[in-house]
């Protein structure tokens, strides 16, 4: 069953098929760096290695890959929100449909990128595994 491509004024839909995959970008790539960071660190300090001083540095970059991978991932979803933004749509049509996802895609987006910092910060003060 092929979908329509028009609306019912004859403007041509946008597909929206990977919205609801942009939507959960940016939490996974959270969920990502906290494996890796928790990870690492649990690795590092269970078997007493030399690398224990260079924990903060790994953790330092992974943050900083992280971070700059949700905001590029967010970056599609600020161009549709920002393309909805001025338009008044009924939230039952498709472009009212795009402009939510978008609009709950830079929440996340807001969201992952609080807690990545926010999970980053222990890697600052607590240096030693104690």
């Given at each position: 069953m092929s979908r329509d491509k028009t609306s019912a004024d004859g403007a041509e839909l946008r597909p929206d098929e990977g919205s609801l995959f942009g939507l959960i970008l940016a939490p996974t790539t959270w969920a990502l760096h906290f494996l890796a960071v928790y990870g690492l660190a649990a690795v590092a300090c269970a078997r007493g290695t030399k690398l224990q001083p260079a924990i903060p540095i790994w953790i330092g970059?992974?943050?900083c890959v992280a971070l700059l991978?949700?905001?590029l991932v967010s970056l599609p979803a600020w161009r549709e929100f920002?393309?909805?933004?001025?338009?008044r749509t009924d939230k039952a049509?498709?472009?009212g449909r795009a402009h939510f996802l978008a609009h709950a895609a830079l929440l996340l987006a807001g969201?992952?990128?609080f807690a990545t910092a926010l999970q980053a910060l222990p890697a600052?003060?607590?240096?030693s595994c104690r």
């Open positions: 970059g992974l943050t991978a949700i905001i920002q393309r909805e933004r001025n338009r049509d498709p472009e969201l992952s990128l600052l003060f607590a240096v």
